[in-house]
């Protein structure tokens, strides 16, 4: 879902540069001398796991591919903010050495793939896990339903910003985008749920870290 | 303190990104779910090229191999990204830890 330069207008690029700026600038200050011993090697990792698995695009319908965001991950793993920090890191690294995301369109990326999915994830996993009695099921379904979300409302917020940009109109984009999406987004919930069992089954104390 | 020596929780994880980048040959080519929609929709000739080029499209230009050529893109991002993530989490350190 990396918006390239050019999809968007000069406006749409410089509001979501302000917001994407703004947010990191307000996700230093309160992540500020808040990382222990276990976030700092784990906000690395997740980093470079985001980064390694949104490189493996998987095949959805009709010859198209989607790949993992990573942001609900991020979020539920070591909080909104830092998920924020996480997913800046990865979006601007794509845009600046690999091309991936456009350089004006950088804001904008990172506000729909890492302040947006990350706050929603966040608290919708937070609000869903415990609903359940089991404590694992609570979690794999909370993380899986939470990513699931966090991939349809980051392709509607990418939707609205064409819309404006003048680049398609919201009534083609939105559908397009948000059901596109929606399929992508199961495999989203399936390696976001997959992972953190494989967190729980082998450091589950890393599940804590995020009420810090 | 001998602990030190023990293979920590982390390079373990740090292993799996990396073996994550080695597979990274195996991803689908389709376009993602945007490209999709713009090629549908008529927009993805509004698309601009970048401004400027380093290892555009995953690969590492001078390797003539495609797969490892993505490999090693593979490799150098997700450890660019660890250095970057580990490094700005030791600035965010909370007191008294080292």
């Known amino acids: 879902m990396h918006i390239p330069d050019g999809f968007i207008s000069t406006p749409v690029a410089a509001a979501g540069i302000a917001m994407a700026a703004g947010s990191v600038a307000y996700a230093v200050k309160a992540t500020n001398k808040k990382m222990g011993e276990k976030q700092i090697p784990l906000m690395g990792v997740l980093a470079a796991f985001i980064f390694a698995a949104q490189m493996l695009n998987f095949p959805v319908a009709g010859g198209t591919s989607g790949h993992l965001i990573g942001a609900a991950l991020a979020a539920i793993l070591l909080g909104p903010w830092a998920g924020v920090l996480i997913m800046a890191c990865v979006l601007i690294v794509q845009s600046l050495i690999f091309q991936d995301g456009g350089l004006l369109a950088l804001g904008a990326n990172v506000a729909n793939m890492g302040v947006v999915p990350c706050f929603i994830g966040y608290y919708l996993y937070r609000g869903i896990a415990p609903l359940f009695r089991k404590r694992k099921l609570g979690m794999m379904v909370g993380s899986g339903v939470a990513a699931w979300f966090t991939v349809v409302i980051a392709s509607g917020a990418c939707a609205v910003e064409l819309a404006i940009s003048g680049t398609v109109p919201l009534g083609i984009a939105l559908p397009a985008m948000a059901g596109m999406h929606a399929i992508i987004g199961i495999g989203e919930g399936l390696i976001t749920a997959a992972v953190l069992s494989l967190v729980l089954a082998t450091r589950a104390d890393l599940l804590e870290l995020q009420k810090a | ?98």
Do not use: H, Q
């Not at chain 2, 373990?12 to 490209?35: C, F, K, T, V, Y």
């Not at chain 2, 590492?60 to 893109?73: D, F, H, M, Y």
């Open chain 2, 1 to 98: 303190m001998k602990s030190e020596m023990k293979f920590k929780w982390w390079y373990g994880a740090l292993i799996l990104a990396l073996l994550l980048a080695i597979s990274s040959p195996l991803a689908s080519s389709s376009p993602d779910g945007l490209e999709r929609v713009a090629e549908d929709k008529g927009f993805i000739g509004a698309a601009l090229e970048p401004f400027f080029k380093i290892l555009p499209d995953y690969v590492i230009p001078c390797v003539t191999n495609e797969a490892l050529a993505t490999i090693l893109a593979g490799i150098v991002g997700t450890l660019i990204l660890f250095g970057i993530g580990y490094g700005l989490a030791r600035l965010l350190r909370a007191k008294g830890e080292a």
